[in-house]
């Protein structure tokens, strides 16, 4: 079964640091999104993107964030200057269609950022 | 717009007993409805879906859901519990017509206890 990789599993940075965060959606998938989980609570989303554009965003989402997708397969979140409370493990996806595909969002393993 | 339920933060049942895990929903639209499956320090694992068709969806890992549109609700169910089963499980829905939004709004979450 295809995967979404992300790297690094874990990251840790000084507040006011910027980060990347980078992910291989599934080659033949179109929709790409970010996801994030405080403390293993409530899934918040972040934003979507589908050809080569943010379709939607979140309040979250904040000009301190962006994503990319520089050469048609790695897939950026960067955060321009990091707090605290941006803490959370942050999950990758992908979809097949914008209905779902077979298997609906498939998620990467996740990045652990760590803010100190 | 889009909102999800899952009112019980934490189920425990008996191994070999039937489960229900509770979703329930608010979409303008038709929904689109997904579980998902979370193991400690892990990504989200797909489930099942609801797209159209049928009420009773079956899945993976022995996991059926039913889609009850009357009482908004797609509750997850397994007839025999199993101690592996123990994770946390997220539902998340999306109204079919996406100009009310393309992302999925996930549940705050029910973590599952199988006890033996």
């Known amino acids: 079964e295809p995967e979404v990789t992300q790297t690094p599993s874990h990251q840790v940075t000084q507040m006011g640091q910027e980060v990347i965060l980078r992910c291989v959606p599934i080659s033949n998938h179109l929709y790409f999104y970010w996801y994030r989980q405080i403390l293993g609570q409530k899934v918040e989303f972040l934003v979507s993107?589908?050809?080569?554009?943010?379709?939607?965003k979140s309040e979250i989402f904040d000009d301190q964030f962006s994503v990319e997708r520089p050469d048609g397969s790695n897939f950026t979140l960067k955060i321009r200057s990091t707090k605290l409370e941006d803490s959370a493990m942050y999950f990758c996806a992908s979809m097949e269609t914008v209905t779902g595909g077979r298997y609906g969002y498939t998620f990467g393993s996740g990045t652990r950022l760590t803010v100190v | 717009a889009q909102s999800v339920a899952q009112p019980e933060d934490q189920v425990n049942v008996a191994e070999g007993n039937p489960l229900t895990v509770k979703c329930t929903y608010s979409v303008s639209g038709n929904p689109y409805l997904f579980w998902y499956v979370q193991y400690p320090n892990r990504g989200l694992q797909f489930l099942l879906k609801y797209i159209t068709g049928d009420n009773l969806v079956k899945g993976s890992y022995g996991f059926e859901a039913e889609f009850n549109k009357s009482q908004t609700s797609f509750h997850l169910k397994k007839p025999s519990a199993l101690v592996s089963d123990s994770a946390l499980y997220f539902c998340?829905?999306?109204?079919?017509?996406?100009?009310?939004?393309?992302?999925?709004?996930f549940g705050p979450g029910t973590r599952l206890s199988v006890l033996p």
């Open positions: 998340a829905v999306r109204d079919q017509n996406y100009n009310y939004g393309q992302n999925f709004v």
């Open positions: 993107f589908y050809n080569n554009e943010i379709s939607e």
